[in-house]
């Protein structure tokens, strides 16, 4: 990868949940560039040759591998960690599985699935599903974060205010993260790279895929942030949004159930007019459908609403 | 409006709220191409002289009106209305208004607050907020539904499965439209006509403004519909995510407070940077800024995400 990186994090240093004991990999000054070798979600588990069947055997103590954590000097608690991502070196393959127990549906779809991608790691051509659809690729890392301050280990799943498991679509190549930093140093860790993924990823899966990520960490020091914060350079959704799009909504006065009921909407739509099952509908929504909320102030129902891009069968 | 309409639909022939027992004001065969003159949702209240003061005085019995209903021969309950949006011709003023009691952060804003709006009615220039925000213009209805099979007389304020206030930005020209059919002849009302929204108009106002609608009526027999859905024709935030975006996020066990929180981050953001009043800010964030839902998967905490439009203040 050809980023002018300082450093190199290789996959070897990888972490499994957050947690600040856990020993530093490097310590680096505030503008560092930084190159991270980051696994998928799964650890390597599914392979080209993998099946549905390999879905049962997913290791839950070893999802969702960070590479890190990298000390930044000078970090400390009120700073912001300013991640500006520079570039993805994507491996051209990639999983969307849905795994029982799991994702936005999970009562409606008890049995696993699983869908394995060859993708153009140039990023220029979609990567097809089944017989017609054509994905759109768009880079980014699922799991992006700092250190908790809170002592112990913390599961790796839920995303906080540090960052972590955010699953945000547009933190994608020229966009700088704001982190609120809790400890000393920061302690900054990525992993869980997608290849593509609609805003929810409602199936719980996006085209998981390893990937080598470069970028940039500076400090904003006390920085006052609660949340996390980023700045996109140009429009996130134009790679698909050239054909527009179908809209299912969910009216009521739970956003939750909205969302469940726009999406089911949605996968009856596709499966309908485009003779998928159910399933493959549920994890191509997933992995390019857009969950917004269109109303929330005309008390007591809300609309939420599940974009899904027409270029995918254009 | 030249539209090659078969009717006109004038502005008095409006009703407030929705009640299956009100004469329509005309009966049309599916395939109608209609033009419905339509009045803002204060009914007229402000104008160009206003100030905060008649925020106060707004009458809570005469909201948000919408001409019609309008009787589809033929279309009777399990039905689909096929409305397709043809196009608008707005009136040039228009207004936002923080009203007390109201919006996503009622809370925090409890005082009235008013802007008065001169707009492009050719919608070729953005409109100008304060001294520096311009808001590219986008205008769609705000409420667009049949009638409830349910008798008496329903609110207009919460939308329904049958449409009504559905706030969605998206409803512009050129987009197609279904809705489901709860009685014989599915009375179509619109109105609450919108300059520019965000998806959520988190405020609780948008742009709002009378303008006149130009559209097509059509029936889809029998079509199993559960919920609104719409097409449309191609992208639709072109007109303003040129520059980017700015994202605040709220991560947290509930979609409602994550809103909230990343509502209130940029509304903090965007007061300081540009030295804005946070009411305001909290304006402009309505009339141009989206609520998304990131992630909704990564139990127990989901990712809401605001985004406001770089074009803005470029």
């Not at 799964?42 to 103590?61: I, Y």
């Not at 960070?66 to 070196?89: M, N, R, W």
């Amino acid at each position: 990868m050809c980023t002018g990186a300082d450093h190199t994090i290789h996959r070897a240093r990888h972490h499994f949940g957050w947690d600040k004991a856990i020993a530093p990999v490097m310590h680096v000054e505030p503008g560092a560039r930084l190159s991270f070798e980051c696994l998928d979600a799964a650890c390597g588990h599914f392979t080209p040759q993998s099946t549905v069947a390999d879905v049962a055997t997913l290791a839950s103590d070893t999802i969702n591998p960070v590479t890190g954590p990298v000390f930044v000097d000078g970090a400390e608690p009120g700073d912001a960690l300013k991640v500006t991502i520079e570039a993805f070196e994507p491996s051209g393959f990639g999983w969307t599985a849905n795994i029982p127990g799991f994702g936005l549906l999970a009562d409606q779809f008890p049995d696993p699935a699983l869908h394995l991608w060859r993708y153009d790691v140039a990023g220029r051509v979609p990567a097809l599903f089944g017989a017609n659809a054509r994905v759109p690729l768009k880079p980014f890392a699922g799991t992006i974060g700092v250190a908790p301050a809170a002592p112990g280990r913390h599961s790796v799943v839920p995303p906080r205010r540090v960052g972590g498991n955010l699953d945000i679509r547009d933190l994608a190549a020229g966009t700088t993260l704001y982190l609120p930093v809790e400890v000393a140093g920061a302690l900054f860790s990525i992993g869980d790279t997608h290849a593509a993924q609609g805003d929810g990823e409602v199936c719980g899966t996006a085209i998981e895929s390893a990937m080598t990520v470069a970028l940039k960490l500076d400090l904003v020091k006390q920085a006052g942030l609660s949340m996390p914060r980023f700045t996109t350079p140009g429009p996130v959704t134009r790679h698909l949004d050239g054909a527009g799009y179908e809209v299912t909504t969910g009216v009521g006065p739970d956003l939750q159930e909205g969302a469940r009921t726009a999406l089911a909407g949605m996968i009856e739509l596709i499966a309908r007019e485009h003779g998928l099952a159910p399933v493959d509908a549920y994890m191509l929504c997933s992995v390019c459908g857009d969950l917004r909320i269109s109303e929330i102030v005309d008390a007591p129902n809300w609309v939420v609403s599940f974009y899904f891009p027409r270029a995918v069968f254009a």
